[in-house]
């Protein structure tokens, strides 16, 4: 069977930038405390008028323009989002509808951070069994609509913006070589939205109990995804006999930058090989991982024949990898 590349990338980010010396004026925290911490300086917020599919009708349409192709040529849309537009319809079919993809199904996908590996995995199985050519894939988020801005230990950490990627059937060696995804449910509680769902529908006493925001269990979330990460990425490289100098760059999830260099460290990787940008768009979720591949594709970090590995984890609990040869 065929394995699935990716064609093109994309991304956009909102005009708004808000620093850490703003969030000084919005709750007891220090420019100091949160770089020292997390390595954000800053992130993007959307304006009121921008939901998710705005931004990733603007990172869609990046990507369509770099590969040379039309709406019409998209066969599946999927959307990796944690902060849909609303429960439904999806936003993928908002985003179809935007596009004018009028003959492309399209769909959702909710693994929050790891999401846009998820919904790269069933691109990948489509375009492998034959049934699609050509898939655009999207994260995409406004976490900032969910975001507590008076909680301090997770205002400072998120951000909003949309990645893409089009991937159509690989010639040669090139293309995904291996997708692996996992979860475990039993640790949901460590990051989630309790509110608006069939279990706290909106009412006063939810709004009340601010159950509408992200909650977030920091120690036990940052100790679960470095040693979670470290046996991910050591797994993906044995999967194919692969030492870590054999990696050009990892593109990791843009949560906390000690996660990041805690994860390199452990698995022999040095910092110079990994993609960093969380210094400029905080935690993005799904859209991190895309808006940190299209700015390495810009910058001509990832040439043809690299190893490039995508690593992510995030709410449900959910965790996953990708190997891709460029």
């Known amino acids: 069977m065929p394995r699935a590349r990716i064609v093109s990338t994309g991304s956009y980010v909102p005009e708004r930038v808000l620093t850490n010396r703003e969030l000084e004026q919005m709750v007891d925290t220090s420019d100091e405390w949160i770089i020292e911490r997390t390595g954000i300086r800053e992130r993007r917020i959307a304006s009121e008028k921008q939901a998710s599919s705005d931004l990733a009708y603007e990172a869609a ?9 039309k709406p019409k040529d998209l066969d599946l849309i999927i959307v990796a989002s944690v902060t849909p537009d609303m429960p439904f319809p999806s936003t993928a079919c908002i985003l179809q509808a935007k596009l004018g993809a009028k003959d492309a199904a399209a769909l959702d996908v909710n693994a929050a ?21 050509c898939v655009l894939v999207v994260g995409a988020e406004t976490l900032s609509k969910i975001t507590d801005w008076e909680d301090r230990s997770t ?9 893409a990627a089009i991937l159509g059937p690989a010639d040669g060696d090139a293309g995904i070589l291996s997708v692996r995804l996992h979860s475990d449910g039993s640790m949901g509680d460590l990051l989630t ?52 100098s054999d990696i050009s760059l990892l ?14 460290e452990r698995v022999g990787l040095p910092i110079e090989k990994v993609f960093v940008n969380i210094d400029k768009y905080g935690n993005t979720s799904a859209a991190s991982i895309p808006i940190a591949l299209d700015e390495a594709v810009r910058c001509e970090r990832v040439r043809p024949g690299d190893y490039l590995m995508l690593e992510a984890f995030g709410g449900g609990i959910t965790w996953a990898s990708a190997l891709i040869r460029w």
Do not use: W
């Open 61 to 69: 349409k990046s990507a369509l323009k770099r590969a040379g192709l």
């Open 113 to 133: 951070c790891s999401g846009f590996i998820y919904s790269l995995s069933m691109a990948n199985a489509f375009i492998s069994s034959g049934q699609y050519r």
């Open 251 to 264: 593109i990791p999830h843009q949560a906390n930058l000690r996660i990041i260099k805690a994860t390199a």
């Open 193 to 244: 939205l309790p509110g608006g769902g069939s279990r706290n529908p909106v009412s006063k006493d939810t709004i009340k109990k601010r159950l509408h925001y992200i909650k977030m269990k920091g120690n036990e979330t940052f100790k679960f995804a470095v040693k979670t990460l470290e046996k991910l990425v050591a797994d993906t490289l044995a999967e194919f006999r692969l030492k870590p």
């Open 155 to 163: 205002c400072v950490l998120f951000g909003d913006g949309a990645g």
